[in-house]
């Protein structure tokens, strides 16, 4: 499945953001849908996860609290809202799709789309 990640862009700290995934050739209500980032010199890391149904999700201790996952299956689309931002969370995020939660936590047979940049200004 080829994946494409938006709404990436310059914000100030404090702000706000919301990335959008979407498939053009596939739908996604049968994976298991995450976002990730990575930073400069720094490795992938995993943000947030949802099933195919939305009915469970899982977030890392750095997104937990600021940032939320969610998906509309009717509209083929996965988005992440980026609450309270900080400098520290520049970087390009990455969407990924999965066959479970279970592996894409794990990083397991992941399909990743193009990143979207996110920089954020103090």
């Known amino acids: 499945v080829q994946l494409q990640a938006s709404g990436g862009g310059l914000v100030q700290a404090g702000g706000s953001l919301r990335l959008s995934c979407t498939a053009s050739?596939?739908?996604?209500?049968?994976?298991?849908m995450g976002w990730f980032r990575q930073g400069p010199g720094t490795e992938r890391e995993f943000l947030a996860a949802?099933?195919?149904?939305?009915?469970?999700?899982q977030y890392s201790d750095s997104a937990k609290g600021r940032f939320t996952i969610s998906r509309d299956n009717a509209k083929n689309a996965v988005y992440l809202q980026m609450n309270s931002l900080k400098p520290e969370d520049t970087a390009v995020y990455y969407c990924?799709?999965?066959?479970?939660?279970?592996?894409?936590?794990?990083?397991?047979?992941?399909?990743w789309g193009q990143g979207t940049l996110v920089t954020v200004s103090s």
């Open positions: 050739e596939r739908t996604l209500s049968s994976y298991a």
């Open positions: 990924a799709a999965a066959s479970a939660l279970i592996t894409m936590t794990r990083r397991i047979a992941i399909n």
């Open positions: 949802i099933n195919w149904s939305g009915g469970d999700t």
